[in-house]
């Protein structure tokens, strides 16, 4: 039982890091108004390709053209989702049913499904609402932190351990504050790709007209408007949206070094040593291909790539909480 629920919980995760990619693909490549209701497209369960089912779609939606390759993007990552949804519901039904007989993490499989319910709706609105900023970064945040539960979950179903009973570790609060900061330049990211703030700044390693670069433009909000796609801020707000992420990068960077010094050099399990020195491995790739992505101008599929390693980085923090939580080997 224990053994089959720890390969679907894995399942999940990898699910979970698909749909979070065909998220980003939806929202990079523009594709988010592909269809412009939901759940369905034009009001069909799939896009409409038929000459006549076109005509019905056309006649209810007359603003929007049906565009066949954004509705087929924005489509199939509904599906994916859809799938993912009914998946964490399962291994929720199943912690609940067998909460007796084998001790599963049924609060954290609830919690996992008030988000992915949550997340549905953030996925609505982000249609209804236009592609408005703040439910683009929140929806982007909820994929990611459903992948965070989710290798939780799969971390805890395959230990035998338990937890740490004594008081909260001094390392496992400074990973937690790591996290934090972690959390914080995704966000960032998020809100670059919302306002599609990329192409505001271009140089290297900082933007090319620093003197339009200030701090209060970026409390120039993107609210009130009925569409908010290809984004509605002025350029000096875009251009500040965007170097603030590479700032907080090197905040973030400094952060996990200063962390994975510390903790490598009280580790004495193998396992915990390559769980550090695989989060500094992610780091210094994510650093390689943000910059790599404004050299080369924004390409679709390395920006992908970027949102992979982001969440790539996050799980791995999120596997150091727990090997320092369960004390996994003599770890910590
Ligand atoms: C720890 C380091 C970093 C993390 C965790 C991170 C994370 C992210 C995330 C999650 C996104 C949103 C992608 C999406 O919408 O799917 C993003 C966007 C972006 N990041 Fe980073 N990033 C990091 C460092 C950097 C650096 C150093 C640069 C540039 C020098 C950079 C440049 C960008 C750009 C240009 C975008 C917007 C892409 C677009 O909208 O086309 N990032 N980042």
Not at 71 to 97: D, K, N, S, T
Not at 118 to 140: C, D, E, K, R, S
Request: charged share 10%; net charge positive; glycine share 6%.
């Amino acid at each position: 039982m224990q053994y089959n629920y720890r390969k679907i919980a894995l399942f999940g995760c990898l699910l979970a890091a698909v749909v979070v990619t065909l998220g980003a693909y939806t929202r990079l490549s523009n594709s988010g108004l592909g269809c412009p209701d939901w759940p369905g497209c034009y009001g069909f369960m799939s896009v409409p390709t038929l000459a006549e089912d076109v005509l019905v779609a056309q006649s209810q939606f007359p603003e929007s053209e049906i565009e066949h390759e954004k509705a087929w993007i924005e489509m199939i990552h509904r599906y994916f989702a859809a799938i993912l949804g009914l998946l964490v519901l399962f291994l929720c039904v199943i912690a609940i049913r067998y909460k007796r007989e084998s001790p599963l993490p049924t609060k954290l499989v609830c919690l996992l499904t008030l988000l992915i319910l949550f997340q549905g709706a953030l996925g609505m609105w982000t249609v209804t609402m236009n592609l408005q900023p703040f439910i683009v970064m929140g929806h982007l945040l909820g994929g990611f932190s459903i992948l965070s539960l989710l290798s939780l979950l799969y971390f805890r179903v395959a230990t035998s351990l338990s937890p740490l009973a004594d008081k909260v570790s001094h390392r496992f609060k400074m990973v937690l504050f790591v996290l934090g900061i972690l959390v914080i330049q995704i966000a960032l990211g998020g809100w670059v790709a919302a306002n599609y703030a990329a192409p505001h700044c271009t140089g290297l390693p900082a933007c090319n007209n620093m003197e339009l670069f200030s701090i209060n433009s970026l409390f120039h909000l993107p609210i009130g408007q009925e569409n908010y796609e290809y984004g509605v801020l002025p350029f000096e707000t875009r251009l500040s949206i965007h170097f603030v992420h590479r700032f907080w990068a090197l905040v973030t960077s400094i952060a996990i070094f200063v962390m994975a010094i510390k903790l490598y050099a009280l580790a004495t399990s193998t396992t915990f040593k390559y769980a550090i020195l695989w989060v500094v491995a992610l780091l210094i790739i994510q650093l390689s291909v943000g910059a790599a992505i404004v050299y080369l101008q924004f390409p679709l599929l390395l920006t992908l790539f970027h949102n992979f390693m982001a969440a790539m980085l996050l799980t791995s923090m999120v596997r150091l909480c727990f090997l320092i939580k369960y004390r996994c080997g003599e770890a910590v």
